[in-house]
């Protein structure tokens, strides 16, 4: 049974920037693609961002250029660096864990998601 548990949520000003973490347990950490997602108040949860055990990386259109996901295999971590956060962008953050590296986008294929951090950008 892989874990994951997230850190870095806070609260930050519009324009600024977080770095979120999701550190890993329990699993072959290189094995799995790891995304991350979101979801505002009032709304689904949306894709963020993926990565594979290969580094293939993958993006919603909305954070292209501004956020960047990493992952280190050896402390079997995975990063969302977010920059120019916008308010519209407040919500709880979560990180997830999957087999395979099809179809990354697809919520419903990951298997494993940690509680969630909250991020909060004020205006």
């Known amino acids: 049974q892989v874990q994951l548990v997230e850190s870095g949520g806070g609260l930050v000003q519009a324009g600024g920037s977080l770095k979120l973490s999701c550190a890993t347990s329990?699993?072959?950490?290189?094995?799995?693609?790891m995304g991350w997602f979101r979801q505002a108040p009032g709304k689904e949860r949306e894709f963020v961002a993926a990565i594979t055990w290969t580094g293939t990386t993958s993006y919603a259109d909305s954070v292209k250029g501004r956020f960047t996901i990493s992952r280190d295999n050896g402390k079997s971590t995975v990063s969302l660096q977010m920059n120019s956060l916008k308010p519209e962008e407040t919500a709880v953050y979560y990180c997830?864990?999957?087999?395979?590296?099809?179809?990354?986008?697809?919520?419903?294929?990951?298997?494993?998601w940690g509680q969630g951090t909250q991020v909060t950008v004020s205006s």
């Open positions: 997830a864990a999957r087999r395979g590296t099809a179809r990354t986008v697809v919520e419903t294929l990951y298997d494993y």
């Open positions: 329990g699993g072959t950490f290189s094995g799995y693609t």
